[in-house]
């Protein structure tokens, strides 16, 4: 390990906290701060200058008002740079995926659920003549 680096318990709540991909043709970081209100802030690599520019800004709280637990970034979404999708360890957990520019959640769905049903098969779906009486 390098002197000024992390432990390894810190690198991995830091990773839990910030994100870098492509959206939408340009390069992003997102971070999610350790401190309440949970600001989520993110940036977008400038093209000319090489700096990272700060293009949005939003409180976990406006978002999601009702829950106290620091959201975990799961994703920056790869065609639109305006969606994140954010993990919540509440019970069994949900997710998030909300529009940061509008500061407004999109969908939200909860995770761990013990319902999960087979999905059909392409025989499934297809009208099958065998199954059919003849009239």
Request: hydrophobic share 40%.
């Amino acid at each position: 390990m390098i002197p000024d680096q992390q432990g390894e318990e810190e690198m991995r709540q830091l990773v839990k906290r910030r994100r870098m991909g492509v959206s939408d043709g340009a390069l992003r970081f997102v971070e999610v701060s350790k401190e309440e209100p949970f600001r989520i802030k993110s940036f977008t690599l400038d093209d000319e200058s090489g700096r990272w520019m700060l293009e949005h800004q939003v409180s976990w709280r406006t978002l999601c008002s009702e829950s106290r637990a620091m959201p975990l970034l799961a994703a920056i979404d790869p065609l639109s740079a305006d969606l994140l999708y954010l993990n919540v360890p509440v019970g069994k957990g949900f997710c998030v995926s909300a529009d940061i520019r509008w500061k407004r959640p999109v969908e939200s769905m909860a995770l761990g659920k013990n319902d999960v049903r087979k999905n059909k098969t392409l025989a499934d779906v297809l009208v099958r003549s065998d199954r059919h009486p003849k009239t």
